[in-house]
Each structure stands twice: as structure tokens, then as C-alpha cells.
């Protein structure tokens, strides 16, 4: 069974002086279970609003979308579902700890599990410190970290997160995409939206490239790489041990590497030249 379906989805709005605006044209997407997918395009893309609509919180013009082979009008196909608003806001009265019961009895959970899970995510998300303090009193990271604790909680099969590591500092960052590893590791679903090429590159399995309300492209991170190696930095140890570094064409590195052979040259490293994430991403976006 496939994690999430999307098929032929559309979202318009009304615009000024009676307009109508496409925030969504069409879209038709299968993310797998067990899949790290990154949602990626530029502000106002339409990253949003496509969450927004398979969580059941906007309304689509046309089109539809499954979550666990459920429809997502229905209320239960969100019971296997962790979500992160793109700007979460929560009952800044209520502490971490408070909050995040408050989540879990919401799922059905049992008490002891509950304060099982709350403790492991409070800690792992370097919240437990805090956990007894009013959130109101939280920097914005924190509560960052208070969405990405009540979305793990209830441990569910999948995920869709909105900008997870928006206001996060670098240590946040890094802990966010170590969360992620994890779950792709125990076969979770992960959908995430970014406008960060870098959050791409270094978690997710496949990428879709979104721009004014279009999915330009959808392809393996893996490929992307790989494809975009343009050459490769050579690291030779002459015969006086003197060591220097050359760039070989992708066509010529046999050659070299016969070459040195011949000349009694030494191979100490080779390291790939490729376009990255964003190269890609700008390429797609310009077209």
C-alpha cells in the first residue's frame, strides 16, 4: 500500500477584483511507505497549501488524495498520521509535558505508553529540561521542537511536515535530520516541505520540485547526484613525494589514471565534481 496518493489535485482561490488564483494545478503524486519524499520550491510555490489539502484542512477544487488508502475526507485517515503545521502555535499556557499528553490522549493512547513516549521524544527533541514551563515563554526553536515532539509521539506509520527545521539553529538542524534517518531506518513514510536544497541532499530518498502550482519534476536523490558529476579531483603523489591535486574530465579519468600508472605517479584519492541540490533546483525552477 502505497503512503500517500495525490491525484490530479487543484486548489484555487478568489483573488482581488473578482480573479481566481491556481495555488494548485493538477498535481499527481505517490509517495511509498517507507520513503523520505522532500516537497521543494521556492516561497508561494504551493508546498502549503498541497499539505494543507491532505490533511483534510483545505478543500480541493478537484482532484483527490489517500492517506493510507483512505481518503482524506475522511477524519480517520489522519489516526496514522504525525503532522507539523508550517507555523506551529500551540496553548502557550500548557507546558511541553502538558501538551504533549494532551496530543497522545487525543490518539487513544494508553497512560503508561503515553508517558513512555512523552519522556523519549521530550528528551530526544532536548526538551526535557523545559518540559514543566509555560511554553509562552519558549523561544521560537522551541516550539519548533514542541511540534516535531507531538507529531512523534503516538508513533505513527507517516509523516508530513511543513518546513520541520524552520527556526531551528544549526545543533537543531542537525538533530532534525538525524530524527528523519531514523524513521526512513524503522520504515516510516516522511513527506517534508523545504525551500533548502541541503535538507534534500542529505535525508531524503526522492525529490518533487514545485513552482507556481506545478510539480516540474520528480526524481531520485541518488540520480540527481550521480548525474551531475562534471568531473574529478585527483590527489597524486609524484615519485619525490611531493603531492598535487588536478581536475580530470569525466571522460578522461581511465586515461589518467593509466598515465600516472606510467609515469609512476601514485593515486591517493579520487573525489567526484557534481552539481548539487540547489544547482538542480535552480535549473529546474528557470526553465
Partial sequence: MNAIEIAGLCKQFSGKRMTKVDALKGLTLTITAGEVFGFLGPNGAGKSTTIKLVMGLLRPTSGTAMIMGVDVSQAKSRQKVGFLPENPAFYDYLSAEEYIAFVGSQFGMESVLLAQRSEEVLKCLDLWEARKRSMRGYSKGMVQRVG????????PDVYILDEPMSGLDPIGRALVKDIILDLKKR?????????????????????????????LVVENVETILQRGVGGYSVLVM???????????DNADLQAFIQQSSSNHQSIEQIVPRRKDMESFFLEIVAQ
Fill in 148 to 155: 516535531l515532539a507531538q507529531a512523534l509521539v503516538h508513533d
Fill in 187 to 215: 520504515g516510516k513514510c516522511v513527506f517534508f516541505s523545504t525551500h533548502i536544497t541541503d535538507d534534500v541532499e542529505k535525508v531524503c530518498d526522492r525529490v518533487g520540485v514545485i513552482n507556481k502550482g506545478e510539480l
Fill in 238 to 248: 609524484n615519485p619525490d613525494g611531493k603531492k598535487e591535486e588536478q581536475f580530470v
